[in-house]
């Protein structure tokens, strides 16, 4: 039976390019100069990335998520991954440091959405959520394709891809 991964994946190598982009762009602008501005990639684990911003003042860290956003466009990494929910955490010497975590994985909620929007339009496909991708399998190639089309349209919150095409 024909299938595929819908899937919440952002490309890590393209992430990892458009931070270091963004440090040596933060390094070289005047107004940064002297300043501990700065963007940090971490992976507290195996599954979850997080963006670390740094700055001097909240007009600095305003700028240096502009660069971020910026090179991410320019890289081709969609901004829907990144959360910038957090709010910024004051530290030593009057310097701030906002945490960004990086969306990867299907959750529940999104889980729950793509398969609302796959039974609302009556198509002859199944939803299935596997760990962090949802599954979805119907008996014609056409009917996937179909689908595929709704969840782009339908899920705009999320930057959905599409792999592991099964015939």
Known sequence: MPSFD?????????????VEQANKEIGTRFDF??????????????????LMLWADSDFQLQQVREVLISRL????????FL????TPQKMSHDKLKLAVTVKNGV???????????????K????????????????????DLQAAMAILRKEITEWP???????D
């Open 123 to 142: 198509l002859k496909v199944q939803g299935a959520i596997q760990g962090d991708a949802v599954r979805i399998t119907g008996a014609k190639r056409d």
């Open 160 to 166: 959905v891809s599409f792999n592991n095409f099964r």
């Open 107 to 121: 959750d529940a909620e999104a889980g729950k959405k793509m398969q609302q929007a796959l039974k609302a339009s």
């Open 83 to 86: 959360d910038f929910s957090g």
């Open 73 to 80: 466009t320019k890289r081709g990494v969609d901004v829907r």
């Open 6 to 18: 819908a899937v919440i994946e952002p490309d890590l190598v393209e992430l990892k390019n458009a």
């Open 33 to 50: 100069k002297g300043s501990s501005a700065k963007v940090d990639l971490n992976s507290p684990t195996p599954k979850t990335r997080e």
